[in-house]
């Protein structure tokens, strides 16, 4: 294989006509090259639509209460019901593989009044009465001071951490936070901490909450038992999807919904929506995948096409070959790397000039700053080993016929003269 | 070293089939310089063919050094091909991006000598043919004398057991003819065996005998006084 007089002759035979080599090497390097920015431009979208997700643990569903819509036991159809607390205990008891369930109560909303006072600043914010594992499913960064934990919920103390955007609104440039006191709809809490959210789904809105104590939060705004709704995520292994089903039963069971009443009970599951979107980049992947190889694939038939010219014209030259003794696999083999070597060279190329294109929009997205669902398309490591052995399979493939034409040629033929 | 008999050969040509050789018979021994003629469609190339293993009998039976060429698979020939066989053409054949050194080393490739043996080997027969100056250059830079003589070279670098020659000197003029005949007589003088096809009377005499085709047959078999070409030149 690495016989340098092969590798020679290899050499001598492209470069004999270099711009019917160029050309035909054109076609690979075009296909290779749509693939490569296709699958960047695939994978440039899906990082922009997954910077909208953020960290956020995506195997979560929520679950708030409605109006029931069916009569039952005795309870008449549109009566409104709540969680309570104890519904939290009841779910982890009869659903395995749950991993967090985070009651959550709320005041306030967008467009919602004045609710948070804090000397003779005022501002409306969402206010979120929240377990210590919600920061695991609605991911934030603690910027300064702590997050809630469980001597805040058992010593029910009415301490707050607010978002940057509140910050911004209450608060003085250099205005000392933490230990600073607010007032939420009368109530005063302490500010213990400052957060911050990665993902831009909640946009500025993301930045103005308010999280406090759940039991601190109860006690303050009179909510007693009662759960306002539930971020629940499931273990890694197991789809919150799948068990779903199960939870609403069981909260139907709980609250005497008739178990047919589908509209008593509201969700959102994320994990179906984050499913949606992964298979929509799933089938982005394969179109990009489909038009690549097929526009590859014409610019192997114009390789296969050049090296059938090729051994026409040497018809004579491999007659005199095989009269002189060549093997003739050895000249099958000789046409073969001819054809893989042609193929993977102009992919190469193409490889080249792709990540060139792929670079330049990288660094004119990074000059002219964040675009809408659109970020950072890049093709991995492993597509580019995909595509080059794409490259080498291909280039066995427009070898092969013209190949088994060449070791055809019998050798009386070729030498006869005129 | 060469043994014939009964060689049959035909050639389908649409419907009707074409017999080129009828039944041939004929013997060669070491080291001898044997001349193969007939006007053309007499069978001679279709015969010197089949010795060369470039094309199979339809029945018959052909003995090359002992061993019984049958029903070769293409490998099979072509290794003995490269072993046994040299062949000298009449438009040359040689490789035309190759320089007369790498064409005289291409049956030595074959046969898989390391590159740096092949290349000594090769420039050896070079210089015997009185080429060793233009080593390096191209077919095209060459006359046809020296193409021809490459051509030799090459033929002999494998040091096979029979030289073969479809009109050596078809494509020359007759000075360039002598001096290539000349050539061919010097190595037979060193003991190779060589068959000639040609038409023209003075090359053949200048062979150690004289086979005549003539439709598929053999007319006449008859050993003669050789001609040297030397005086010619």
């Not at chain 1, 009662?226 to 789809?239: E, K, L, P, R, Y």
């Not at chain 1, 690549?292 to 014409?298: A, D, F, H, K, P």
């Not at chain 2, 007759?174 to 060589?194: A, F, R, W």
């Amino acid at each position: 294989m690495f016989n340098r007089d092969r590798w020679r002759e290899i050499l001598e035979v492209l470069t004999s006509n270099v711009w019917r080599t160029i050309f035909t090497a054109f076609g690979v390097c075009w296909g290779i090259f749509i693939l490569i920015v296709l699958l960047a431009a695939g994978k440039g979208l899906e990082n922009g639509i997954k910077q909208d997700f953020g960290d956020t643990a995506t195997n979560t569903m929520f679950m708030w209460t409605r109006a029931t819509t069916k009569a039952y036991e005795g309870l008449p159809q549109g009566r409104g019901f709540n969680f309570k607390i104890s519904d939290v205990q009841a779910i982890r008891d009869n659903v395995p593989n749950l991993r967090f369930i985070s009651p959550r109560n709320q005041l306030g909303g967008f467009g919602g009044n004045n609710n948070v006072v804090k000397g003779i600043r005022t501002g409306a914010f969402n206010v979120y009465g929240d377990y210590p594992e919600i920061i695991n499913q609605d991911p934030m960064a603690v910027t300064s001071g702590r997050f809630i934990n469980y001597n805040d919920i058992d010593e029910k103390r009415k301490v707050a951490v607010i978002g940057l955007g509140v910050k911004n609104d209450l608060y003085e440039k250099d205005e000392e936070v933490l230990g600073s006191y607010i007032k939420i709809q009368g109530v005063n809490f302490m500010v213990i901490g400052t957060y911050k959210k990665n993902n831009s789904g909640g946009g500025e809105e993301g930045q103005k909450e308010i999280f406090v104590p759940f039991t601190s939060f109860s006690q303050a705004f009179n909510q007693g038992e009662n759960v306002g709704w539930m971020a629940i995520t499931a273990n890694d292994g197991s789809s919150i999807s799948q068990l779903k089903d199960k939870i609403i039963d069981e909260m139907k069971k709980r609250h005497k919904v008739h178990p047919e009443d589908n509209r008593a009970i509201g969700y959102f599951d994320l994990y179906e929506q984050y499913n949606r979107v992964e298979s929509l980049f799933g089938a982005l992947k394969a179109v990009a995948y489909i038009v690549g190889i097929m526009v590859l694939l014409s610019g192997i038939i114009g390789v296969s096409n050049i090296m059938l010219i090729v051994v026409k014209e040497r018809t004579k030259e491999i007659g005199i070959r095989r009269a002189l003794g060549e093997q003739p696999w050895s000249i099958k083999k000789q046409i073969l790397m001819e054809s893989i070597f042609l193929t993977l060279i102009s992919g190469m190329v193409g490889i080249i000039f792709g990540s060139l294109v792929i670079y330049g929009i990288n660094s004119l997205l990074d000059s002219v700053g964040p675009v809408d669902m659109f970020m950072s398309p890049s093709v991995s490591v492993g597509v580019v080993t995909g595509a080059l052995v794409i490259l080498m399979v291909s280039g066995l493939l427009a070898g092969f016929i013209p190949a088994q034409s060449a070791i055809r040629v019998r050798p009386i033929e070729a030498l006869r003269t005129e | 070293m060469i043994e014939i008999k009964d060689l049959h050969k035909s050639y389908r040509m649409g419907s009707n089939s074409l017999h080129v050789l009828k039944g041939i018979n004929f013997k060669v021994d070491d080291g001898e310089l044997v001349a193969i003629m007939g006007s053309s469609g007499s069978g001679k190339s279709t015969l010197l063919n089949i010795l060369g293993m470039l094309d199979g009998a339809d029945s018959g039976e052909y003995t090359l050094d002992n061993v019984p060429i049958k029903n070769l698979s293409e490998t099979k020939a072509a290794q003995y091909r490269n072993k046994f066989l040299g062949f000298i053409f009449q438009s040359f054949n040689l490789i035309n991006y190759k320089s007369a050194l790498e064409n005289v080393a291409l049956p030595l490739y074959y046969q898989k000598v390391p590159r740096k043996e092949r290349q000594e080997k090769a420039m050896k027969y070079l210089d015997r043919v009185g080429l060793k100056p233009w080593a390096t250059h191209l077919p095209s830079e060459l006359s046809g004398g020296q193409k021809q003589r490459v051509a030799i070279a090459r033929a002999m670098a494998a040091e096979p057991k029979v030289l073969l020659a479809d009109e050596p000197t078809g494509a020359l003029d007759s000075k360039t003819s002598y001096e290539v005949m000349d050539l061919i007589q010097k190595i037979n003088d060193e003991g190779n065996t060589i068959l000639v096809v040609t038409h023209e009377e003075d090359i053949a005499h200048m062979c150690k005998r004289i086979v005549h085709l003539k439709d598929g047959v053999i007319v006449e078999d008859k050993k003669i006084e050789q001609v040297r070409a030397e005086q010619y030149v």
